[in-house]
């Protein structure tokens, strides 16, 4: 069971890295695009430029699922704990003033 916690991890490590390095390269698309409304919100935005965003981020969450689900299986406390830390980082962002980190929050492991 611990090889599949592992191998789990792994596989959420790599589609968080793609997917906070496609947030990335989007949110810089969004600053240098002259053309957007103003007002126009960062989620608003990808959802009609920046399609490969949301795809790489339904990638991330699924790995997330599946390391979470390996957890439980491993250790409940583990699991609770992750989950507990996860909820910590989710709510601290979206206390802030960064309209980019309110939206396609992605949160890793150490590795």
Request: proline fraction near 3%; aromatic fraction near 10%.
């Amino acid at each position: 069971m611990e090889a599949r916690v592992k191998q789990t991890k792994k596989e959420l490590l790599e589609a968080g890295k793609k997917a906070q390095k496609t947030k990335d390269k989007a949110k810089g698309d969004f600053k240098k695009d002259d053309i957007k409304d103003e007002n126009q919100a960062f989620q608003q935005w990808v959802a009609m430029n920046y399609p490969q965003l949301p795809a790489v981020y339904q990638e991330y969450e699924a790995a997330d699922s599946g390391y979470i689900g390996a957890l439980q299986a491993h250790s409940v406390s583990e699991a609770m704990e992750w989950q507990k830390e996860k909820r910590r980082v989710y709510e601290e962002r979206m206390r802030g003033d960064d309209q980019f980190e309110k939206v396609f929050i992605i949160f890793l492991p150490e590795e």
